[in-house]
């Protein structure tokens, strides 16, 4: 038997898997909203490597630090 390996964040693996892979642009984006080193930035970095390794193509991103929005 093929068992998938289920971590605390599965569901959000999948749903980044649904949304990079639509056939149309979404028109909207995802926010992942945690403290501060937490492991926001590792954890989509991870996701876009595993990602293009897996599909073999080049995604897009925009990165946009809320923080420093509100510190203006």
Same mark, same amino acid.
């Given at each position: 038997?093929?068992?998938?390996?289920?971590?605390?964040?599965?569901?959000?693996?999948?749903?980044?898997?649904?949304?990079?892979?639509?056939?149309?642009?979404?028109?909207?984006?995802?926010?992942?909203?945690? /403290?501060?080193?937490?492991?926001?930035?590792?954890?989509?970095?991870?996701?876009? &490597? =595993?990602?293009?390794?897996?599909?073999? /193509?080049?995604?897009?991103?925009?990165?946009?630090?809320?923080?420093?929005?509100? &510190? =203006?």
């Amino acid at each position: 038997m093929n068992q998938v390996k289920e971590t605390v964040n599965s569901h959000i693996e999948e749903y980044l898997d649904y949304y990079c892979r639509l056939s149309h642009a979404p028109g909207f984006a995802i926010l992942l909203k945690g /403290e501060w080193g937490s492991g926001k930035t590792w954890f989509i970095n991870r996701f876009i &490597n =595993t990602y293009r390794e897996n599909y073999q /193509e080049e995604s897009q991103r925009c990165d946009i630090d809320l923080m420093s929005l509100m &510190n =203006t």
